[in-house]
């Protein structure tokens, strides 16, 4: 993990677009370093291969990726912060074939769950295989981390090891705390090759796609890093904990 991919040029553009469009899409880790990771993350998972978080408080090699200077050095830049830490991590598998392979993400903002303060907490998404429609890549309403520094009002809904009245072991439950898209802003599907960072301000809209491939897994590595002091709801399943990343 020592290839630098985002020269420092390119990353102070790419702040100028984080933010004024409340993400921004980032190649950083190699292919046959996101199989290796796949294959380590594939070894706690369980039959349904549903989501599972914090792996990195038990796997070291997971916790050396969380601060891995590649990503550091971007989230750093984004946030105009040198003092960050990680507050949660989560592995999304959308195996195909599976239960959970058929879940679409509601449109929802990710600070709805830690509600830190505005611009305190950005979430980073490690996509471990090429993401497009059919194998259920994720959407982002741009700009839409601008519309409200308080967030939106939204369902609660259950997204972790997700149950249905109908269906017991998830499949029939869509996780996100639900929001409504406010007029004037669209959807823009996020199609992305394996290895590419997708980073979202806490409060940028976003949902993602069910998995409709038969044969073709939609992996993600997500964590959450968030600025040293500020507040946040340590959750009850995701019992979030600040950590520095160095």
């Known amino acids: 993990m020592e290839n630098e991919i985002v020269t420092a040029e390119q990353l102070a553009e790419g702040k ?64 105009n912060n040198s003092v960050i830490g990680t507050l949660i991590s989560q592995i999304l598998f959308k195996k195909a074939g599976t239960v959970y392979a058929n879940q679409a993400w509601e449109p929802h903002q990710d600070n709805s769950y830690p509600q830190a303060p505005y611009g305190a907490m950005l979430t980073v998404n490690i996509f471990l295989e090429d993401a497009d429609r059919e194998n259920g890549c994720m959407y982002v309403c741009p700009r839409s981390h601008a519309y409200n520094k308080e967030l939106l009002p939204f369902v609660p809904t259950p997204s972790y090891k997700e149950k249905s009245s109908d269906n017991q072991d998830g499949s029939g439950s869509n996780p996100g705390n639900r ?19 997708l980073v979202m301000h806490g409060h940028m809209i976003h949902g993602s796609y069910a998995n409709t491939s038969t044969n073709r897994s939609r992996p993600l590595f997500s964590i959450t890093y968030c600025n040293k002091n500020a507040s946040f709801l340590k959750g009850k399943n995701a019992k979030r904990e600040w950590e520095p990343v160095e």
Do not use: W
């Open 16 to 79: 100028q677009f984080y933010d004024r469009n409340g993400y921004l899409a980032v190649p950083v880790l190699e292919p046959k370093e996101c199989d290796g990771l796949l294959r380590l993350l594939e070894k706690y998972a369980d039959k349904d291969f549903s989501a599972e978080m914090n792996l990195d408080r038990k796997v070291p090699e997971l916790k050396a990726l969380m601060r891995d200077k590649r990503i550091v050095s971007i989230i750093r830049t984004l946030q």
């Open 179 to 197: 929001v409504e898209i406010p007029p004037g802003y669209q959807k823009r599907d996020v199609i992305v090759k394996k290895g590419t960072l």
